[in-house]
């Protein structure tokens, strides 16, 4: 929950508040592990949830509306990956998968075979990737703009990028294989 706290730029006790909240709403689970306490959402509804919420403020709210074109419609010519293509060209090894999330979040589940490459080490770390081969980038979710950054810094750099059309929750409510720590 520190780390979550963090990330957020948030105290400890406020996040702890807001995911007690989500507990008791039914919205996550949680599990003790020692002095830790993991939270995971309580299942593939909760996420079909919020991509119906997300899907009504695009339709509805003009500020939603004004950065989804501002910003996300603008660099849509990157061409998403659907997760059914990507699983497919992942079976026949025919792409480079990249994770562009921080470390902490690629440990705890990511897609099969996919490399972490978080987004600062990008330019460092290209000049290992096969150029022959098409990478695509994912990350947290549609509105995620980390896999949108890799995609245009990859083109930028020569090599043949794309980026998946979503992320790992929705891959993974997909019913779609992730490795994670086992």
């Known amino acids: 929950m520190e780390a979550l706290a963090a990330k957020l730029g948030q105290t400890t006790a406020n996040v702890s508040q807001h995911l007690q909240a989500m507990r008791r709403a039914g919205l996550v689970s949680s599990e003790r592990d020692g002095k830790f ?13 919020f991509a119906a919420i997300r899907t009504v403020a695009e339709r509805h709210s003009a500020e939603v509306e004004r950065i989804v074109r501002g910003w996300f419609d603008q660099r849509d010519e ?18 480079t998968v990249i994770d562009v999330r921080p470390p902490d979040e690629y440990a705890m589940g990511h897609l099969p075979g996919a490399i972490n490459v978080p987004l600062s080490d990008l330019e460092h ?5 096969d150029s022959g081969q098409e990478i695509v ?12 950054e890799a995609v245009a810094k990859l ?3 020569g090599f043949s ?3 998946l059309e979503d992320g ?12 994670a720590p086992g």
């Open 137 to 148: 980038a994912y990350c947290r979710g549609p509105w995620c703009v980390m896999s949108f």
């Open 155 to 157: 083109r930028q750099i």
């Open 125 to 129: 770390r290209a000049a290992g990737f």
């Open 37 to 49: 306490i993991n939270y995971r959402l309580a299942d593939e509804s909760v996420l079909a949830a």
């Open 78 to 95: 990157m061409e998403p990956v659907s997760r059914a293509e990507l699983a497919a060209r992942l079976a026949d090894g025919q792409v």
């Open 168 to 179: 790992l929750p929705e891959w993974r409510a997909a019913g779609l294989a992730v490795e």
């Open 161 to 163: 990028a794309r980026r």
